[in-house]
């Protein structure tokens, strides 16, 4: 979505991706001076409280250890606020167009009677401010700032293209009618749209900001995404209306028991012999416990209250039993990450 940002605005961002990617190579100077001394992956305890706990201990008057908790901490704090200062600065010039974008193809449905979870409306994820719905142009602060300008700059690889590349574990790609969970901004849903470019793409999240901007990502586009204010595990959509049910990076920042339901109401949701593909970040069981807590670590700092419960869960075992079969699971190579899901809804599931 064209934009130019000034000068100010720029700068601040580029200096956040500074502060981020030396926080990062500074985890790697500490992660090398727990190995000097004997703290390795097969000598951590195996609680990960106590685990950031003997950690903390043995790194205790490591400079480079405050460093890079200082470093994470600005930068978690501050990221949010300097893409809100940069929009700021373009604000007057950019709405319009912003505006113009509401019209077209793609729509939105809104209930009234909608009343967002608890688990969601009260927690500020990534230590922004004011949470998902903070201001009028949040999700266009999200998509185009917070996630192209500084999230894709500091994560390894090509975070666009982990969502065309998990499409390929789905054993077949002639799905017509697809749900969404967690549009927000759209990064996934523009991935399906370009894999399945004649289906119908029905996307659900409980931020209207979000959906605005996946609303003007989609008319930019030219495409006809239903958009609806919701939960993935409540959608309020009829059963066995879809052939795909899938989603991105959401399962970290939902509590446990909402996974549960997620997994039962895609199964609603699909017809038989429909896919399941959910995509989210690795398991703690799969990884050795130095990653593992250095994942655990990035959460704490980063404002992510339901990372450690969601990633300590086997979602094959969630998707089984919700009654999907042909379950499998793991990281896409070469790092693991993301992590993926597949289940089929048995076709003698119908009656
Ligand atoms: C990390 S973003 C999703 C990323 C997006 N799928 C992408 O590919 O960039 C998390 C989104 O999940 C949404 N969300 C949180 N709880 C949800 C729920 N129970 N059902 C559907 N969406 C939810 C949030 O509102 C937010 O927009």
């Excluded at 205790?60 to 890079?68: D, E, H, N, P, T």
């Excluded at 978690?76 to 604000?91: K, L, M, N, R, T």
């Excluded at 404002?303 to 039993?321: I, K, T, V, Y």
Aim: hydrophobic share 45%; charged share 25%; net charge negative.
């Amino acid at each position: 979505m064209d934009h130019f940002l000034r000068q100010r605005g720029r700068a601040l961002i580029d200096f956040e991706v500074g502060v981020r990617r030396a926080a990062n190579r500074m985890h790697m100077a500490v992660e090398g001076i727990l190995a000097a001394k004997g703290a390795l992956a097969e000598t951590l305890p195996q609680d990960m409280d106590a685990r950031h706990a003997f950690v903390d201990d043995v790194l205790a008057g490591a400079l480079v250890y405050q460093a890079r908790a200082l470093f994470g901490e600005w930068s978690a704090c501050q990221h949010g606020q300097v893409c809100e200062a940069a929009f700021e600065e373009i604000c007057d010039d950019i709405a319009p167009m912003l505006d113009a974008l509401a019209d077209g193809t793609t729509t939105i449905e809104e209930f009234p009677q909608f009343v967002p979870p608890r688990y969601w409306s009260e927690v500020w994820f990534h230590r922004t401010t004011g949470g998902w719905d903070a201001g009028p142009y949040s999700g266009f602060v999200h998509g185009e700032l917070v996630h192209k300008r500084y999230v894709s700059r500091i994560f390894p690889g090509d975070i666009y293209a982990q969502r065309r590349t998990v499409l390929d574990e789905l054993p077949r790609h002639d799905h017509a009618r697809i749900l969404e969970f967690g549009t927000s901004s759209g990064h996934y849903t523009v991935a399906l749209s370009e894999r399945f470019p004649r289906a119908m793409i029905v996307g659900i999240d409980p931020s209207i900001r979000m959906l605005e901007q996946a609303r003007r990502v989609g008319n930019a586009l030219g495409q006809a995404w239903q958009l609806r204010v919701g939960v993935g595990e409540d959608s309020g959509l009829p059963d066995e209306s879809f052939d795909l049910v899938t989603s991105y990076a959401i399962h970290h920042e939902l509590p446990p028991q909402i996974i549960a339901r997620w997994f039962a109401e895609a199964f609603r949701l699909l017809e038989p012999g429909g896919d399941l593909l959910m995509v989210d970040v690795p398991r703690y069981a799969d990884l050795d416990r130095l990653v593992a807590w250095r994942f655990d670590w990035a959460a704490k700092w980063g404002g992510e209250p339901f990372w450690r419960a969601s990633a300590q869960l086997d979602l094959a075992e969630g998707a089984r039993a919700a009654g999907f079969v042909d379950v499998h699971a793991g990281g896409i190579a070469p790092a693991g990450n993301p992590y993926v899901v597949y289940g089929r809804k048995p076709e003698q599931a119908h009656g």
